[in-house]
């Protein structure tokens, strides 16, 4: 089954972990889990609730449920969406165990590729001194044990790797060989959009393992790239696995909310799934940030799944939402209520400039396997985007 | 030889999903056991695979029957029984 999604393997590079086949068939068989539970046991989420949930709810409130909140309180006690639910959340669990088995017996060897690693094509600077957000300390975002943060040795790089191989298994393939379709579908955009737009300097939020961050080194040659996160493991791994690959990024231990760049150092910031793991007040700060930071006339783009007001039918909102309750991501329901030109009002980006778009995934390849729908454990599976951003104002005095 | 023992549950509370937790565990229990019952088949079919003459796409193609028929055997015990209420249900629904 997993092998009708993952058209080509896993891109190697230098300090990708390597599996043996007892690792690969547990990887494999998560993969093949997840995809059975979106094709073939989540439909029946959406009969249980148009059969149970639906008309029992209207019984006693005299009303279909109106909106995804009123969609949750009919389906809280519905057996079928429990019993998914909790197949869900073993999934999550059992992929994390499962990349974590390879990690754990070549730790030694990664965190010896990460120290060896001087091609000099970027930077890696640390700041151990760095205080970590309590919205990354309060919970395990993802259900991923230890976080993106937490070092398990000196130099560690383990959760980085853990996370480039888990990605890999979670989208079942559909980001492409180098789980880079977020970074390719954003550059898609902005050079369609955008095709006059030459950043001279770029920076992404939250860059974590470097997914999304190669394909703007291909798209923007001539750039100086910079790429922060508050977390040094998937940052070591992020420089080994970038230098491995041959892309010049700088990497840096720092938070989007106060960085140390100087005021206008860039024409063009970028984020990938970073909002939603963050909070309502730490948003508030990156937005000041992303003003600061810009250049008169900049860009910002941010990529996540759709908010809710986007969504038709509050069942589907409904579903989308499951990662706030069942998969460790607290602001997920926050961030998926954001209002773009509201946040361009607020902190002062040119309202007119301000746009909300579907794009499509990059990867075409995937497409016939996709199911059309958010739903947890299968991200990537709607093949397309959400899209939101806004420009500074040009007028802006220097 | 460095040994590193990484932290095995995701900080956060757990969700209950049924009103007996031993059935929470229960089912972890059966998912895990399911893994492994998977790679050890993986590991039979590596043997036949090394002691087989037959092409790769042959093999393949087994591969796949095998992991098709290994998920209706999953769902058989863990799931059939809920979908087949609900397909009843619409069933009887439709013909309403």
């Not at chain 1, 259900?143 to 989208?171: I, K, L, Q, S």
């Not at chain 2, 990484?6 to 509370?13: C, F, I, N, P």
């Given at each position: 089954m997993c092998a009708q999604v993952a058209t080509e393997p896993q891109r190697n590079h230098a300090i990708l972990p390597q599996s043996l086949s007892e690792e690969t068939s547990r990887q494999d068989f998560v993969r093949a889990f997840k995809l059975h539970l979106a094709h073939n046991v989540a439909p029946g989420n959406r009969l249980a609730y148009e059969l149970h949930a639906a008309p029992e709810f209207e019984k006693s409130h005299g009303q279909r449920p109106a909106d995804y909140a009123q969609v949750r309180e009919a389906m809280r006690d519905e057996p079928f969406y429990n019993f998914w639910s909790a197949m869900q959340r073993n999934s999550q669990e059992m992929m994390w165990r499962a990349c974590q088995l390879s990690v754990e017996r070549q730790a030694e060897t990664l965190i010896q590729r990460y120290r060896?690693?001087?091609?000099?094509?970027?930077?890696?600077?640390?700041?151990?001194?760095?205080?970590?957000?309590?919205?990354?300390?309060?919970?395990?975002?993802?259900?991923?044990?230890?976080?993106?943060?937490?070092?398990?040795?000196?130099?560690?790089?383990?959760?980085?790797?853990?996370?480039?191989?888990?990605?890999?298994?979670?989208?079942?393939?559909?980001?492409?060989?180098?789980?880079d379709d977020m970074g390719q579908s954003t550059v898609n955009f902005i050079k369609t959009v955008h095709p006059e737009f030459r950043p001279s300097r770029i920076l992404e939020f939250g860059c974590g393992v470097g997914h999304s961050t190669l394909p703007y080194a291909d798209a923007y040659p001539d750039a100086e790239f910079h790429a922060i996160d508050v977390a040094a493991p998937v940052l070591r791994y992020a420089h080994a696995r970038a230098e491995s690959l041959g892309k010049a990024v700088h990497f840096s231990q720092q938070n989007a909310e106060a960085t140390n760049f100087p005021d206008q150092s860039f024409d063009l910031i970028v984020s990938h799934i970073f909002v939603h793991e963050?909070?309502?007040?730490?948003?508030?700060?990156?937005?000041?940030?992303?003003?600061?930071?810009?250049?008169?006339?900049?860009?910002?783009?941010?990529?996540?799944?759709?908010?809710?007001?986007?969504?038709?039918?509050?069942?589907?909102?409904?579903?989308?939402?499951?990662?706030t309750?069942?998969?460790?991501?607290?602001?997920?329901?926050?961030?998926?209520?954001?209002?773009?030109?509201?946040?361009?009002?607020?902190?002062?980006?040119?309202?007119?400039?301000?746009?909300?778009?579907?794009?499509?995934?990059?990867?075409?390849q995937?497409?016939?396997?996709?199911?059309?729908?958010?739903?947890?454990?299968?991200?990537?599976?709607?093949?397309?985007?959400?899209?939101w951003g806004m420009r500074k104002p040009a007028d802006v005095e220097v | 030889?460095?040994?590193?023992?990484?932290?095995?549950?995701?900080?956060?509370?757990?969700?209950?999903?049924?009103?007996?937790?031993?059935?929470?565990?229960?089912?972890?229990?059966?998912?895990?056991?399911?893994?492994?019952?998977?790679?050890?088949?993986?590991?039979?079919?590596?043997?036949?695979?090394?002691?087989?003459?037959?092409?790769?796409a042959t093999l393949s193609k087994l591969r796949m029957s095998e992991m098709a028929t290994f998920w209706n055997w999953v769902s058989f015990w863990v799931v059939r029984r809920a979908w087949f209420d609900l397909k009843e249900l619409d069933a009887l629904a439709r013909s309403q």
């Open positions: 060896e690693t001087d091609a000099g094509h970027g930077t890696l600077t640390l700041d151990p001194e760095l205080p970590l957000p309590n919205y990354h300390k309060a919970v395990d975002i993802h259900c991923m044990p230890g976080g993106y943060h937490t070092e398990f040795a000196p130099d560690d790089v383990a959760n980085g790797a853990v996370y480039d191989r888990a990605v890999w298994v979670y989208v079942m393939g559909r980001m492409g060989p180098l789980n963050t909070s309502h007040k730490a948003m508030q700060n990156v937005m000041r940030e992303t003003y600061r930071l810009l250049k008169p006339g900049g860009l910002v783009v941010h990529l996540e799944t759709p908010p809710y007001s986007q969504m038709k039918d509050p069942f589907d909102a409904f579903i989308l939402d499951w990662d309750y069942n998969n460790n991501e607290p602001y997920w329901q926050g961030s998926h209520e954001i209002d773009a030109g509201e946040m361009a009002r607020e902190f002062g980006f040119d309202t007119e400039s301000t746009f909300e778009v579907m794009q499509p995934s990059a990867f075409e995937a497409d016939a396997h996709r199911t059309r729908t958010f739903q947890g454990g299968d991200f990537a599976g709607a093949g397309v985007w959400y899209l | 030889m460095m040994t590193v023992n990484m932290q095995k549950a995701a900080r956060g509370k757990r969700p209950k999903y049924f009103d007996d937790e031993a059935i929470d565990r229960c089912l972890s229990m059966v998912m895990a056991l399911a893994q492994e019952v998977w790679v050890m088949r993986e590991r039979c079919r590596a043997r036949v695979v090394w002691t087989s003459a037959a092409s790769y």
